[in-house]
């Protein structure tokens, strides 16, 4: 089966050849002196700062559910035991500090920093000699492994000496105390996020302990190598007739998209590089959505689209391509990070971030309470509000736009910077011997191709820049009046003696494309932006007594279901080799509500016609009619507007014939 989502991630064939930049070790600060390869070395929580539209959509995330959330919610409130009470006291505490602590210091935002503080206190308080942290109410590991997510990203922030003594203590339990992975709890199918930290710790403190909790993580916990390699769902489990297991679970996925990539940086081994890619393909061929996600609403659900994905899955996955462009250098995996962030994560939440859904379908013409062809989940999973179907994603959802402002840059092995994705931002930091640098980034992308590098440095220094050109699109370099191509795909590395004011214009094109999707359908593309029928949107807000629905009146917060206000059973008329007379593109000014429908970016203006066969099923939009469809009517003009801006939306279209 041919792969049916080539715009999201490239075919397997393709990247093998694609020449990665030089794999290098990083060696720990002192210990063992043991390597763990990466091609890039991570940047701190605070060397990175968010700028123009980005921090705009912080400050809403901040304004919005992220930063009042434990003001309401009961799971995080007064009585939490991640606070001492007698409250909740698994995962949605530390899921909802995985995202606050990086936004509170990215933003500098003294009330969030306040919020932070009796969170962080009690955690840092709360270890045992044993070393085992957190609520003594908790015996599973599963809600550690976020938390220690949460303490070196503290310490990165602030220094603080007393989270790096809490995770020695639980490095030094995991060493001491036998395996407790099994495959069938979260645990055990999770174990690799403890890696994450277990490694950042080592390169900390170079302590031989890390890599051994590491090592036997990964030899005592689902084998997800194997899994990626010989990948058993070719269909979804409705289709397939198995049962949801933790193996068809979309957040176990998405987090273990990066678990072979990190056994890679321990040992080496071509086998678990190979699984990742292997992995990734599989996903995109049988189960790929538009935005870089895998249809899995809840459980692994095929590609149709009309079939839902976990907010949880996308913020995950967000994270583990995070990780794997810093292991393999491949710049396949950024382009892959940018679908889902700026698609993905904004479609599935309210502009103001005061709702989100659980489960967002690339066609979505119809949000309400009811019945839809989900592979487990109830009839709130695709509302707008505070904690549709589950509360998972109520406490998780934030980690995805702070994680990825620090992700924005990378240091080099060659004492360098490299461009991972790309937004307004300042990165701050030291290159080659010692230097303090600053590089302001200047850009309206994804809106925009333009993005404008500026360096300051107290004086001249020689490094390597290395900026990425996403595998969608060539662009252009212009360094001191002289420019040059730059291939897609690949990091081009800028190599001199940088003096302070000097400037890198990077330009992208920018131009049209089509993605051929399900039953043929297509999806249009102006750079990493997915672009979706714009459907009036007719909000009602859903009664606190309506089944499964939560409200709290003392907020600007509500439930919403969303009928559609005009139609939106159409056909795109195209002509796939002169896309730009097929379309024509409309920008404007980004707005401080970015991902607002009344004022999107960029428009595109295009011609369809309305197909009278295809009508809502199921509470969905049916079944997508194969291409060419049959339409009646006169040819109308349709706009399209980015897929982050919509709440309502068709994204894989039919064609359909002018007359």
């Avoid at 709290?552 to 439930?559: C, E, G, I, L, V």
């Avoid at 997508?624 to 040819?635: H, I, K, L, N």
């Amino acid at each position: 089966m041919k792969a049916i989502c080539k715009g999201a991630f490239f075919p397997l064939a393709f990247i093998l050849l694609v020449p990665l930049m030089v794999q290098a070790a990083e060696k720990p600060s002192a210990g063992s002196g043991a390597e763990v390869r990466s091609a890039f070395r991570p940047l701190p929580l605070g060397a990175i700062k968010p700028k123009g539209w980005l921090r705009d959509q912080l400050t809403i995330q901040a304004n919005g559910l992220t930063g009042h959330l434990e003001e309401f919610w009961p799971d995080l409130g007064p009585d939490t035991a991640w606070k001492g009470g007698s409250g909740e006291g698994w995962e949605r505490g530390p899921y909802y500090l995985d995202g606050l602590v990086p936004l509170a210091y990215l933003l500098d935002d003294p009330r969030l920093i306040q919020k932070l503080k009796p969170w962080i206190e009690w955690m840092l308080s709360s270890g045992q000699p044993n070393g085992w942290f957190g609520p003594s109410k908790n015996k599973d590991r599963w809600p550690l492994a976020v938390a220690m997510k949460v303490l070196t990203q503290y310490y990165e922030a602030t220094g603080d000496g007393r989270a790096l003594a809490v995770l020695k203590g639980y490095i030094k339990y995991l060493a001491g105390n036998p395996p407790d992975w099994p495959d069938k709890e979260w645990r055990g199918v999770r174990a690799g996020e403890n890696v994450v930290s277990a490694l950042w710790y080592y390169r900390k403190t170079g302590d031989p302990d890390a890599l051994k909790v590491a090592e036997s993580i990964f030899s005592n916990s689902f084998d997800w190598a194997a899994y990626f390699a010989r990948f058993p769902y070719p269909r979804g489990i409705i289709e397939m007739g198995v049962k949801p297991s933790h193996p068809s679970h979309v957040v176990n996925i998405a987090m273990a998209m990066k678990y072979p990539g990190l056994r890679y940086a321990l040992t080496g081994d071509e086998h678990f590089k190979q699984a990742v890619y292997e992995g990734l393909q599989s996903l995109d061929t049988y189960h790929g959505q538009v935005g870089g996600r895998f249809g899995a609403d809840e459980h692994l659900s095929g590609p149709k689209p009309t079939q839902g994905t976990e907010l949880c899955g996308v913020v995950e996955e967000m994270f583990s391509m995070e990780n794997l462009t810093e292991i393999f250098g491949d710049p396949a995996f950024a382009d892959r990070l940018e679908s889902l962030a700026y698609n993905s994560k904004p479609g599935t939440c309210t502009p103001d971030y005061w709702g989100h859904q659980y489960d967002q379908q690339a066609n979505q013409v119809l949000v309400s309470v009811a019945k839809r062809h989900w592979s487990t989940n109830g009839d709130t999973s695709n509302i707008y509000g505070v904690e549709p179907n589950y509360g998972c994603c109520t406490s998780n959802m934030h980690q995805g736009w702070p994680k990825l402002v620090t992700h924005l840059w990378t240091a080099t092995q060659d004492d360098g910077l490299a461009t991972i994705a790309y937004g307004p931002c300042e990165v701050k930091t030291k290159v080659a011997a010692g230097t303090e640098v600053t590089i302001t980034e200047e850009t309206d992308y994804p809106f925009d191709g333009k993005i404008i590098f500026t360096v300051h440095t107290p004086r001249s220094v020689s490094f390597p820049l290395y900026l990425r050109i996403p595998g969608w699109e060539g662009g252009s370099i212009t360094v001191d009046g002289k420019t040059v191509e730059a291939p897609s795909g690949k990091f081009h590395k800028l190599s001199r003696i940088w003096k302070s004011g000097d400037r890198v214009v990077v330009n992208l094109p920018m131009r049209l494309r089509i993605e051929t999707r399900y039953n043929g359908a297509i999806s249009v593309l102006r750079g990493p932006l997915y672009f979706s029928l714009k459907i009036g949107e007719l909000y009602r807000q859903i009664p606190q007594s309506e089944k499964g629905t939560f409200r709290f009146s003392q907020y600007p917060h509500a439930d919403w279901e969303i009928q559609p206000g005009t139609p939106w059973n159409y056909g795109l008329i195209v002509d796939r080799d002169a896309l730009e007379k097929s379309i024509q593109v409309k920008t404007r000014q980004v707005s401080s509500i970015p991902f607002a429908q009344s004022t999107a970016a960029v428009v595109l203006r295009v011609k369809g016609r309305v197909i009278p066969s295809w009508t809502m099923v199921d509470n969905s939009a049916g079944e997508t009619p194969t291409s060419p469809a049959a339409a009646t009517g006169p040819v109308i003009d349709l706009e399209l507007i980015p897929y982050g801006c919509t709440r309502l939306r068709i994204t894989e279209f039919p064609t359909v014939n002018p007359k």
